[in-house]
């Protein structure tokens, strides 16, 4: 599979939690890898910073150490807040996922991520922003990439230069610049959040829950206006938590909401005692897109790959894309190394056509469901009514957690995990 013209086996671009999951794997298993990354390490990525089980598990396979004593914080499940309930929700105990989450700072997440890659064997090159794909002539098969070096400012720092390899990984994020080079745009139609966040440091920094608010108020509860959107609180341990807010609509379209003005009502409003203060925080209120149910395609074709945020693998329930990026990666490398082991051109293209089948398979029929869930959650009318009514059932909030957290048993396990695994495997994999 690798010519002599050849820099690597496999490119991958980007290095975030996808990235670094396809290069660890990649490399793990004895191919050659150029992990190429616009920033430097440490670097920040706007997020919630939590993660459900399911991320834990997949951090896990990769053999990522997940002790406390390591920067680690553990939660115990998430607390819910909204239409004058309060509830506490552990994590289920299932055999596919352990029964705990986990929260730390993407600035520092990330980092350790790209380090396992590389201590995997991939190389890892900084500061260096990839401009395009390179094609071949003949067949219009991405071979590559052009990219130059930057400096941490971003601007131009050296001449262009050529990286090739039979296969390319586009980790590049939800601007997915590789992608919209060879005109894969992103599908309208699907599901597209936005998310705002900053850190305060506050006395609530080792909450063992994570938490949700259902409903936010521009004042006190109950006395005042409804705004749209979620809130979140996710401590992070060291003295510090990530407050967020966001929101999600069924289609792509641009939303008019100013964010960072809702926040700053929802704080203003906050109890004293969380401390979210001007002088406690720490960090702007910065925002971002979360591109959702897979909105951008095909994950595999011509010798690119689409992991991550650049094919829309946001979970349309909560927002979280850390686990699904790292699934992606892990499943996209082992379609890459089945790829390097055929002996034909007809082979190899078979063995990574099976990447996209796969993620389809696992995660087609719940985005697909999760495009139903937002297109009855973004009526607010429908949202308050749930929120009310549906909190104190024990039930069916066992039921939401686990279709929310995408925590469930996909084989076997009680009545609510056949229950979502049924609905999954029935909704089409669009």
């Known amino acids: 599979m690798n010519a002599v013209h050849d820099d690597a086996d ?17 490399a793990s298993a004895g191919l050659s890898v150029l992990l190429l990354e616009k920033a430097a390490f440490p670097r920040d990525k706007i997020c919630g910073d ?63 991520l790209a380090d396992h890659a590389r201590a995997a064997g991939a190389k890892l090159l900084e500061r260096t922003n990839v401009t395009g794909p390179v094609l071949d002539e ?14 941490d400012a971003g601007r131009r720092a050296g001449d262009e230069v050529t990286y090739r390899a039979p ?33 305060f440091r506050t006395p609530r920094h080792d909450d063992p829950w994570m938490e949700s608010h259902l409903e936010l108020w521009d004042g006190a509860p109950g006395r005042s206006n409804l705004m749209p959107g979620y809130g979140w609180i996710f401590s992070l341990g060291d003295g510090t938590a990530n407050v967020g807010l966001g929101s999600v609509a069924s289609t792509a379209a641009a939303t008019k909401v100013d964010y960072k003005d809702l926040f700053a009502k929802w704080m203003a409003n906050a109890p004293e005692e969380w401390e979210f203060t001007p002088e406690n925080q720490l960090a702007p209120v910065r925002g971002a897109a979360l591109p959702m149910g897979f909105n951008r395609g095909p994950l595999y074709g011509n010798g690119l790959m689409l992991v991550g945020d650049s ?13 699904y990026g790292i699934q992606a ?9 089945q790829a390097a082991a055929r002996g034909s051109a007809a082979g190899r293209e078979r ?19 999760g495009r139903v869930f937002v297109r009855l959650i973004e009526n607010p009318q429908i949202m308050r009514i749930c929120t009310r009514y549906g909190l104190p059932r024990p039930l069916l909030m066992r039921f939401t957690l686990k279709l929310l957290a995408d925590c469930y048993e996909p084989r076997g396990g009680d009545m609510v995990d056949r229950v979502i695994s049924g609905l999954t495997r029935l909704a089409p994999a669009a």
């Open 10 to 26: 496999v490119i991958v671009v980007g290095a975030g939690p996808a990235g670094s999951s396809a290069a660890y794997y990649c």
């Open 50 to 112: 939590g993660l459900t089980p399911r991320a834990v598990a997949e951090l896990a396979a990769m053999g990522v150490s997940l002790r406390e004593d390591q920067g680690w914080i553990r939660n115990v499940g998430l607390r819910v807040v909204g239409g004058g309930h309060r509830l506490e929700l552990p994590w289920p105990e299932l055999s596919s996922y352990p029964s705990y989450g986990l929260a730390r700072s993407r600035m520092s997440l990330d980092h350790l």
């Open 138 to 151: 003949r067949t219009g098969r991405v071979v590559g990439v052009t990219a130059r070096p930057v400096d």
């Open 167 to 199: 296969v390319v990984i586009a980790a590049d994020g939800v601007a997915a610049r590789l992608a919209t080079s060879l005109g894969l745009e992103k599908r309208m139609d699907r599901p597209m959040g936005v998310a705002v966040r900053t850190y």
């Open 311 to 323: 094919a829309g693998m946001v979970s349309p329930y909560n927002g979280e894309g850390i686990a």
């Open 329 to 337: 990666g892990r499943i996209a490398a082992d379609a890459a190394v």
């Open 351 to 369: 063995a990574l056509a099976t990447y996209q089948t796969r993620m389809k398979d696992e995660l087609g029929g719940y985005y697909t469901l």
